[in-house]
């Protein structure tokens, strides 16, 4: 029976690729499922024989440690540059993106409070 090993929803195409390349170097037998239209499915990546699963765990246990360590490393970097995003820096970057938006939260506080506003008389 096959069991679900590594879901894919929200994961960068990039990250998937690597996990794919992975198990495939590792031997193990995977096949993809696709949320589907709606998104009503489960995207991940199943183990057809769960007797592998432990095996393919620790490998992607392993993957994903690296991982986590080599985007602390570069995060890091960009601090000591001074090149991490601020709220500033996207402000001055993206002018007109960051006002449309301060727009929508102001309209959506504004109807989400009108109903309540009104029984202030």
Excluded: C
């Amino acid at each position: 029976m096959a069991t679900l090993l590594f879901r894919l929803g929200n994961v960068p195409e990039e990250e998937a690729d690597e996990v794919r390349h992975l198990l495939d170097r590792h031997g193990f037998d995977t096949f993809e499922s696709r949320a589907g239209f709606w998104g009503l499915g489960v995207a991940a990546i199943w183990l057809r024989d769960k007797d592998d699963y432990d095996a393919a765990r620790g490998v992607l246990d392993a993957y994903q440690r690296g991982l986590a360590e080599r985007l602390r490393e570069e995060r890091e970097a960009l601090a000591a540059r001074g090149a991490t995003p601020t709220l500033w820096g996207r402000l001055w970057h993206h002018p007109v993106r960051m006002l449309l938006v301060a727009m929508a939260l102001a309209g959506i506080v504004t109807l989400t409070l009108l109903p309540f506003l009104g029984l202030i008389d």
